[in-house]
């Protein structure tokens, strides 16, 4: 099992630009989040699915997109890249609520 | 809605001591409950889990936690500390029913020689 794989690892993006991030898992998981984690403020949630067509926004939604049409992807989508959106960005997946996450590597992005 | 405190960005301790890193939950109904650490420029590993199980949680590397209901925490101790426990230590609480898992701002461990 190779886990949740993210790509790509690193990324710069000019303001204004747009892009997805992508993200899959090989364990069958039904659950699968997006966070984002910016210094002394922890791991933000952004958006979650709990399965294929079923998707909600976290703490911080704007600004991203997300779609779940297979159980294995669940890519985020950046619309129209800002400053702001500079951050280190983690893929997440489990079984269910009552089960622990598994994590990509992070995803480190730079908006300029 | 869950949320997640951790008193302390920073904890310093010294090589030996005890490990102390706070944790208090809000949430509506018994919560599922997680402690996870990074090292740095690192992913984040699961240290250690309560599912309304035990209420004392150990994990890996020494570390256990325990759920008290009546005070809604679940802070994290382990009784000697190690050089390689330094990194960053987070607390983040599930609810039944519910799909988003919260985490704390995290707490910092320093560990002095």
């Known amino acids: 099992n190779a886990g949740v794989t993210q790509t790509p690892k690193f990324q710069v993006l000019k303001t204004g630009q747009s892009m997805t991030l992508q993200c899959a898992q090989d364990m069958n998981h039904e659950y699968m989040s997006w966070y984002r984690q910016d210094p002394g403020m922890g791991l933000r949630l952004i958006h979650y699915s709990v399965g294929a067509g079923i998707t909600d926004q976290g703490e911080v939604p704007n600004g991203y997109n997300v779609s779940r049409s297979t159980t294995e992807d669940f890519p985020l989508r950046l619309l129209s890249a800002a400053p702001s959106q500079t951050s280190v960005y983690f893929c997440?997946?489990?079984?269910?609520?009552?089960?622990?996450?598994?994590f990509g590597q992070g995803t480190r992005l730079t908006v300029v | 809605a869950q949320s997640v405190t951790q008193l302390g960005s920073h904890v310093s301790v010294s090589e030996g001591a005890l490990v102390l890193l706070r944790c208090n939950y809000s949430s509506s109904v018994p919560p599922y409950l997680f402690w996870y650490v990074q090292y740095p420029n690192q992913g984040l590993q699961l240290l250690l889990k309560y599912t309304s199980a035990a209420t004392l949680v150990k994990g890996i590397n020494g570390f256990e936690a325990e759920f008290k209901k009546s005070e809604t925490s679940f802070h994290l101790t382990k009784p000697s500390a190690h050089m390689s426990d330094a990194a960053e230590y987070f607390c983040a609480v599930s609810e039944q029913s519910q799909g988003n898992l919260i985490f704390g701002k995290g707490t910092k461990l320093s560990v002095k020689p």
């Open positions: 997440a997946s489990r079984v269910s609520e009552r089960t622990e996450a598994f």
